[in-house]
């Protein structure tokens, strides 16, 4: 079984390699609560649907997904995606609903929603992206609109309404993004935030009304394979 570590209640971070998780549960705290039921790797990703539970996709090529659920410390096998998730795989919650969008990866233009409102919950399929998502492809939602950087070398950003992809503003100028990208949305307000990964310090923030970026301070070390970025307690951002 996969260790895994438990991780802060707005966790939504993507996973990567298969390195073991760790989790944050008090000031400087760490614990291990039961591993993953499958070993990680590409393609995986985790979100925090509410304070009491995680969604796990763990990737490899697999389509198997588990709900976490921290207060009783343990794993439920989720109804499996209509096809396994691989390089480019990435997933976010959108705030206030009952859905996770997921893009499959392995540069298909694959878009899966899964409903969790009941059972073992449904998987639907959504309209195809309007590129191949790969390596660097990322999510993030506000509580109507789905954004997805296009990775694999691009500067391509996108927005998804429920129906409709559209092209949004590019990220900047040599702002190429790829492997360790992550978007991160707080949950209200009007900014995005990004990295930009590639083995570089950039980040980003992205203006939803102004449909623009802002370079930000850079962030301590390079970002590269395994990189994310979530929101803990207090407004701050973890990366």
């Given amino acids: 079984m ?55 996709a763990p990737g490899n090529g697999s389509n198997a997904i588990y709900r976490f659920t921290i207060s009783t410390s343990t794993w439920t096998t989720m109804a499996p995606a209509p096809l396994g998730f691989t390089y480019g795989g990435s997933f976010t919650h959108m705030p206030g609903t009952n859905f996770i969008y997921a893009t499959r990866g392995g540069l298909t233009t694959t878009f899966y929603r899964f409903d969790f409102t009941t059972g073992l919950g449904t998987w ?49 100028v040599g702002g190429t993004v790829y492997l360790g990208s992550a978007l ?32 930000l301070a850079v962030v301590p070390l390079p970002v590269y394979y395994g990189g994310c970025l979530t929101w803990g307690p207090a407004g701050s951002l973890y990366c």
């Fill in 2 to 56: 996969k260790r895994f570590i438990s991780v802060p209640l707005t966790l939504c971070l993507a996973l990567a390699m298969a390195a073991p998780a760790l989790a944050q549960t008090g000031p400087d705290q760490w614990s291990e609560p039961p591993g993953v039921p499958s070993n990680v790797y590409y393609g995986s990703g985790i979100v925090a649907t509410d304070s009491n539970t995680l969604y796990v």
């Fill in 184 to 215: 991160s949305y707080p949950g209200s307000g009007d900014f995005i935030y990004g990295l930009r990964g590639y083995g570089s310090t950039t980040f980003w923030r992205y203006s939803i009304s102004g449909n623009s970026w802002t370079v």
């Fill in 124 to 172: 639907t399929v959504q309209p195809v992206l309007p590129f191949t998502a790969y390596y660097g492809t990322a999510l993030a939602a506000t509580t109507t609109t789905v954004y997805a950087f296009q990775g694999y070398a691009t500067q391509g950003f996108w927005q998804f309404n429920g129906t409709t992809w559209t092209a949004a503003a590019s990220t900047p």
